[in-house]
């Protein structure tokens, strides 16, 4: 039995996304006025949310003086030096990203030249050329005022510049592989995740009103949308806004073969060939509203089911505020719902899909439900097996190894890890927690 562990403090203030999903919804009611369309009301409504928990954090959560952010605005201690040798390190991880997108087929046609066979990334390239030119006349002054109040200001970015204009760098080379990393993480999600969000809000901004007609289908479109398009507009502004300022920043990247490749599976282009040779459930297409029709009070009692899990995956999005990532530590959150559980939203997502496909299997012969329940059973491995690599990156941080023997003993489902040792959180051994202060040191950013 392991000794009792208090609760870390929570490094995200929940409150802070709930006031960017207000702030969303406002930008949809703008855009829907006024006729707003196309990649400018994307935009829109991604400045609405990730600038109302950026206002939030700063000064109404005052992120900007937690001391685990490493700021220290007593002090005020500008160099030219400095900021010339992050900027010159920043400068160069952009063009690290851009040379990933043209190198790579996938993306083509959508930066560097016309090609209409390769539209996917289409909106995204739009959405650069807008925002770049914004990004260069606020990032300047941006790193110059956080590298004067930095308490420890010689971090990775420093000493990247540095190596970069030929002066004595104390950067490792493992740092330069994190940080790679770290840039090809970030690029691969911004892209994907804001084709997706472009979708789904200007879905939203043209949906036609409710009608009686097909009341419930409807409803239900309508909310699903709305749940998906908030979801993925947190994930976009998490992965956008890793700023220290707000406490925001990245700490460390899984550094994992097996925990990319399992992450990764979820999403595209790997997801298509994963699940069309394995994991398939071939009643996918037939929606569950139509395999309950004739069943008016459980079609009701479904939907609702679905809107919940829906809404409580979405509600433990929003408690991680700006902080949403994937393979990368941006601080413990331990409130709202991971209170209660350390996997909140991979918890609902996987009883969504359950539910999801649940009502079409019943009417299915017997072949089809053997071979769908095969698919939804490796669909909960995968979201088991990210819930575990995730576990053994993130206890590198002492805070996180805290909060999970906190959950252990305090969590919803503890009784689980009781009956089933391999539900347990493995603690792992002190030389590797002793290691993480230095790792977290080297690969923090701005």
């Not at 088991?384 to 990156?393: D, G, I, K, N």
């Not at 999970?404 to 539900?423: C, S, V």
Request: proline share 5%; aromatic share 18%; net charge neutral.
């Amino acid at each position: 039995m392991n000794p009792s562990v208090s609760l870390p403090r929570s490094i995200s203030q929940p409150y802070s996304g709930l006031i960017g999903a207000i702030a969303f919804v406002a930008a949809l009611y703008i855009c829907r006025h006024y006729g707003y369309t196309g990649v400018p009301a994307t935009l829109f409504a991604l400045v609405s949310f990730g600038g109302a928990t950026m206002l939030a954090e700063i000064l109404i959560f005052r992120a900007p003086a937690d001391p685990r952010n490493g700021l220290d605005f007593s002090r005020f201690r500008f160099s030219a030096e400095r900021s010339f040798c992050k900027i010159v390190a920043i400068i160069a991880s952009y063009l690290f990203v851009a040379f990933w997108y043209w190198l790579f087929p996938e993306y083509h046609g959508n930066f560097f030249r016309e090609d209409n066979d390769h539209a996917f990334y289409m909106a995204y390239g739009e959405a650069l050329r807008m925002v770049l030119p914004v990004l260069v006349i606020l990032g300047i002054p941006y790193v110059m005022v956080v590298d004067a109040v930095m308490q420890e200001p010689r971090d990775r970015l420093y000493w990247l510049g540095r190596l970069l204009l030929r002066k004595p760098s104390e950067i490792t080379r493992s740092s330069l592989i994190q940080h790679a990393y770290i840039l090809i993480c970030r690029g691969y999600f911004l892209a994907l995740l804001f084709v997706y969000v472009d979708r789904e809000v200007n879905l939203l901004v043209d949906l036609d009103p409710i009608t009686s007609n097909a009341l419930l289908s409807q409803v239900f479109y309508a909310v699903f949308h709305f749940i998906i398009a908030l979801g993925l507009v947190i994930a976009v502004s998490g992965f956008a806004l890793a700023l220290r300022l707000m406490g925001t920043h990245i700490r460390s990247i899984d550094p994992t073969v097996f925990g990319w490749w399992i992450c990764l599976y979820m999403y595209e282009p790997f997801r298509s060939f994963v699940t069309e040779y394995y994991f398939r459930v071939p009643v996918a297409n037939d929606p569950w509203i139509h395999a309950l029709s004739g069943l008016a009070v459980m079609q009701h009692i479904w939907c609702g089911m679905l809107l919940l899990f829906l809404s409580a995956q979405l509600f433990a999005d929003l408690n991680l505020g700006s902080r949403y990532s994937q393979l990368v530590n941006r601080g413990i959150v331990t409130g709202g719902l991971y209170r209660f559980t350390k996997h909140p939203s991979y918890l609902f997502a996987v009883l969504y899909i359950w539910f999801a496909f649940m009502p079409p299997l019943i009417f299915s012969d017997m072949h089809d439900i053997a071979y769908a329940t095969f698919g939804l059973a490796g669909v909960t491995l995968v979201y088991y097996l990210r819930a575990r690599t995730e576990e053994r990156h993130l206890s590198r941080d002492p805070a996180y190894v805290d909060y999970a023997l906190w959950i252990e003993q305090n969590g919803l489902f503890r009784i689980f890890g009781e009956w089933f040792p391999i539900m347990r959180f493995h603690r792992p051994v002190e030389k590797v927690i002793a290691a993480s202060p230095a790792i977290y040191t080297g690969f923090a950013h701005p």
